[in-house]
């Protein structure tokens, strides 16, 4: 199993400019989350998937689209990039929807935003 | 006041140390607790639950104390491949979002 891959690992984008983080996991979860990690704060999430066809806001949506057509995938979609988006994203899977299980989390994506 | 706090660190302690960390967290009504652990510029990875019973894994053992709001990790006979950050999770239930509040970190750097 590959477990979740995310890409790319890094990116660096101009102010306004959209793109989409991808996320995919291999280990058949239905929960699917995108958090952003910044210095001095704790990883903050973004938005959330409990199943295919299914997504919430988290905790700093905005900013940020997602969609999940499909269990493996969980694309993150910054549609016009500002420097406060410069941060560390990571996705992360889990067996369900409860907060017991634990979480999977993909390498992350840098991305800076100039 | 954070939701989740700890110590940021960094803790230096010599091989074969014992170090312990503390968490302590806001919301009484929290029913679920981890530590997860963090190498430099890689993602986290489970280190292991917090039941209320307390547990151990090896030379790391959890403790979570409900009344007082606070979990601590126990690392015994510390190694140099203990070097990381610690992150403190806790699980909020109920509302309109079930979700987990990562605290900040506590760094260790275990000295040879």
């Known amino acids: 199993n590959a477990g979740v891959t995310q890409t790319p690992k890094f990116q660096v984008l101009k102010t306004g400019q959209s793109m989409t983080l991808q996320c995919a996991q291999d280990m058949n979860h239905e929960y699917m989350s995108w958090y952003r990690q910044d210095p001095g704060m704790g990883l903050r999430l973004i938005h959330y998937?409990?199943?295919?066809?299914?997504?919430d806001q988290g905790e700093v949506p905005n900013g940020y689209n997602v969609s999940r057509s499909t269990t493996e995938d969980f694309p993150l979609r910054l549609l016009s990039a500002a420097p406060s988006q410069t941060s560390v994203y990571f996705c992360?899977?889990?067996?369900?929807?409860?907060?017991?299980?634990?979480?999977?989390f993909g390498p992350g994506t840098r991305l800076t935003v100039t | 006041r954070k939701e989740v706090e700890q110590d940021p660190g960094p803790f230096n302690v010599p091989e074969g140390a014992t170090v312990a960390f503390n968490c302590t967290y806001s919301n009484s009504a929290s029913q679920s607790f981890f530590w997860y652990r963090q190498d430099c510029r890689k993602e986290p990875k489970l280190l292991m639950s917090v039941y209320s019973s307390g547990n151990e894994d090896g030379r790391f053992t959890a403790q979570l104390n409900r009344a007082s709001q606070y979990i601590s990790l126990l690392i015994r006979d510390s190694k140099l491949s203990d070097s990381a950050t610690y992150l403190c999770?806790?699980?909020?239930?109920?509302?309109?979002?079930?979700?987990?509040?990562f605290g900040t970190g506590t760094l260790l750097a275990v000295q040879p």
């Open positions: 992360a899977s889990s067996y369900g929807q409860a907060l017991s299980y634990e979480q999977y």
């Open positions: 999770v806790v699980g909020n239930y109920g509302g309109a979002t079930n979700k987990l509040i």
């Open positions: 998937s409990v199943g295919a066809g299914i997504t």
